[in-house]
């Protein structure tokens, strides 16, 4: 993927940009999934593992095969990748905690590990389960070669490099819709001998976790969904419009943190002449990669640039540092600073996405969902403009487009208990999409964490709630007015840091 490809996924856990691997006994053979109720996982001892991350997870590993096309139970094969964290008690609960992460892209096993601190008291009384989704991690990833380019691709160049990511898959981009995997998730919890299980859904995982309560609602005790993505909601058109909300937000609380105002007191005009200037002349940087060292030469255009501002949004540590950034690059003309965040990101991403698997989600149950016009519509007066939408049109173009059921874009409606988590400032899972998931899931709660941008579980007493919300199985009761006191992090004003 080009270094500054757009993320149309958009879903991404920043934070969590991770890759792992599996070691330790060899799975054997793996159980062929089918229609028998025989399935069967063995499973051996491994260790997870990031590249860059000091901790190691002890877990169980095993596979389970299951038909590319389910449909037909024939042809290809795909072995999914399963991680089992048994629960530290003696006595565990008999209903597990399934991990279903973002992207749409990442994997299970890979992305969980910087957030198990969030789920230790979750996995003190029950095992936790981290499927590979199919077309992810160790299940088959679609993952799409990687170019030096530093510039985000349009029209032929783009047209050409996803023609060449899809002939070289090792397998039918078609079948790796939401609704297939969950059919896998299902065949995942049978091969195990669970009956009742818990769900944890973060960004896309949240469709995946609700696609799965809609297909087998009899199989779900609980589910925790952290950055809603609705069912009947169609990625594209609001990406734009959600992405400036957060950045307003952001000048407006710079705007009314004296300290902030006092360094950077016209931050909204600076950040606009910045985007007008990068549109009509891009600039090159050449500095010191942030994480090898090596001498790197960075361009941001006006998409790039842009793009890399909508990432910094996703989390408060980031956002922290904007304003600083945003104010250098300005007054001193020098955007060393944003471009080594930019390529902390990017090459993040580029290490946990597998943008094929994203590109078969977003081109059968996104794009073909909206129009042209609303897109353009929604885009205008943002600083994204129309990059996210274009760019999807050109793809699936391309790419093709798997079957979904019918009622696929309807909302889910269930009485199984819910607890939805939102960031206020979240800039592509806002907590209207929290509000509008919950008008349709009738015994389900929803929090707000203040300041907060994707992805929120680990923040403040979340972990806390989340486990009660869990052990107890059941909203009733549930203690949650110390989520008011989760506060964003405090802006840097200089490179010295925040004021004490």
Not at 437 to 458: D, F, K, R
């Amino acid at each position: 993927m080009p270094r500054f490809q757009t993320v149309l996924g958009g879903w991404v856990i920043i934070g969590l940009l991770t890759a792992c691997a599996s070691q330790g006994g060899v799975a054997p053979t793996p159980t062929l999934s089918g229609t028998t109720s025989s399935l069967a996982i063995v499973l051996a001892p491994c260790q997870l593992s990031a590249p860059g991350l000091p901790q190691r997870l002890v877990a169980e590993c095993g596979t389970l095969a299951v038909y590319e096309d389910r449909a037909t139970q024939s042809g290809q094969q795909i072995n999914l990748r399963i991680a089992v964290l048994k629960a530290r008690t003696r006595t565990p609960a008999s209903d597990p905690l399934f991990f279903l992460t973002g992207g749409p892209g990442q994997a299970a096993t890979e992305s969980y590990l910087q957030l198990s601190y969030a789920f230790a008291e979750i996995n003190r009384d029950r095992d936790i389960v981290l499927v590979d989704q199919r077309g992810t991690g160790q299940s088959n990833p679609l993952t799409c070669p990687v170019t030096d380019s530093d510039e985000i691709l349009t029209g032929e160049a783009l047209k050409e490099w996803i023609r060449a990511c899809r002939d070289q898959l090792a397998g039918n981009p078609r079948y790796y819709t939401t609704s297939l995997a969950m059919d896998d998730l299902d065949d995942v919890r049978r091969a195990l001998r669970y009956d009742q299980i818990n769900l944890y859904g973060v960004s896309y995982g949240t469709r995946a976790a609700l696609t799965y309560l809609r297909q087998y609602p009899q199989h779900v005790r609980t589910v925790l969904l952290d950055g809603v993505v609705p069912s009947d909601e169609a990625l594209g058109p609001e990406v734009a419009p959600d992405a400036q909300r957060a950045l307003d937000m952001l000048f407006a609380r710079c705007e009314s943190d004296e300290a902030c105002h006092a360094a950077f007191p016209d931050l909204r005009a600076e950040f606009q002449a910045l985007a007008a200037q990068r549109t009509e002349q891009p600039v090159t940087v050449t500095l010191a990669h942030p994480v090898t060292g090596e001498s790197t030469e960075v361009t941001l255009a006006h998409d790039s640039f842009a793009t890399t501002i909508r990432l910094l949004t996703y989390a408060p540590e980031t956002v922290s540092l904007l304003p600083l950034l945003i104010h250098t690059a300005y007054a001193a003309d020098d955007f060393s600073l944003l471009a080594a965040q930019a390529l902390l990101v990017t090459d993040s991403l580029e290490s946990s996405i597998s943008e094929g698997m994203g590109y078969s989600v977003l081109c059968s149950e996104d794009e073909p969902f909206f129009t042209e016009a609303q897109a353009d519509a929604a885009s205008v007066g943002t600083y994204l403009g129309d990059i996210q939408t274009e760019q999807l049109r050109v793809i699936c173009a391309e790419w093709g487009r798997g079957d979904v059921p019918a009622d696929f874009k309807k909302p889910v409606r269930s009485v199984v208990p819910v607890l939805l988590l939102s960031g206020e400032a979240d800039p592509v899972t806002p907590p209207e999409n929290g509000a509008h998931a919950a008008e349709t899931l009738t015994n389900s709660l929803h929090l707000i964490a203040p300041g907060q941008g994707h992805n929120v579980i680990g923040r403040g007493c979340l972990p806390r709630v989340a486990a009660d919300f869990v052990a107890g199985g059941t909203l009733a009761g549930l203690q949650t007015e110390c989520v008011a006191d989760i506060q964003p992090a405090p802006f840097f004003v200089n490179f010295s840091g925040p004021q004490p």
